[in-house]
């Protein structure tokens, strides 16, 4: 398997398959104070803001320390509407990696919450979590090749300065006791 297949094997899992199920929520009419105890008690960095069971925003750690600890704002007085990010961006569970990670860089967010059919909030995805999804696969990708190698006649490939041009190249074969690039191994073969 290519790269390139193994980079689609990757951004082809759904959201429904990699989403934390049950994200933390608050009620729009909530404090900041209330907000900030939900974080804490779910040990998160963020909750989403609901109106009627639907998200209408996000309050964030950010949030919170930007808008209002740096304000001198008392978070009990301060509702979690006033700070909350909008409009929020959701995506829907059938969606991909790949389609999660294009919004993110789009809207220029961390964090999208995952919505039913009805738009209701029923996970959330962030950035780190799809990081962790590309270094599983990588990390199996990588298996694979080592693998698929045992028993192959093939040149170990180091990274450094060739012995004999002084170029540093990321192809560095061991021969005849020196490390050498591509281009000084076909010169000494001719």
């Known amino acids: 398997m290519k790269s390139s297949d193994a980079m689609r094997l990757e951004t082809r899992v759904q959201l429904r398959e990699m989403m934390r199920r049950n994200?933390?929520?608050?009620?729009?009419?909530?404090?900041?104070?209330?907000?900030?105890?939900?974080?804490?008690?779910?040990?998160?960095?963020?909750?989403?803001?609901?109106?009627?069971?639907?998200?209408?925003?996000?309050?964030?750690?950010?949030?919170?320390?930007?808008?209002?600890?740096?304000?001198?704002?008392p978070p009990g007085e301060v509702p979690v509407s006033e700070i909350m990010s909008t409009p929020l961006i959701t995506i829907s569970a059938e969606k991909t990696v790949s389609e999660a990670a294009y919004l993110m860089v789009r809207h220029g967010v961390r964090r999208l919450p995952v919505v039913d059919e009805s738009h209701r909030v029923i996970g959330i995805v962030t950035v780190r979590d799809l990081l962790t999804v590309a270094n599983e696969i990588n990390e199996i990708m990588n298996d694979l090749i080592t693998i698929n190698r045992v028993g192959v006649d093939e040149e170990e490939y180091e990274s450094g300065v060739c012995d004999r041009c002084a170029m540093i190249s990321s192809d560095l074969v061991r021969t005849d006791g020196q490390q050498l690039c591509s281009h000084c191994r076909t010169e000494e073969r001719l």
């Open 23 to 73: 994200p933390t929520t608050i009620d729009f009419n909530a404090t900041v104070a209330e907000a900030a105890r939900a974080m804490c008690h779910a040990d998160v960095g963020s909750v989403i803001v609901l109106e009627n069971s639907l998200p209408i925003g996000i309050a964030t750690e950010q949030d919170i320390n930007c808008k209002v600890v740096a304000h001198a704002r």
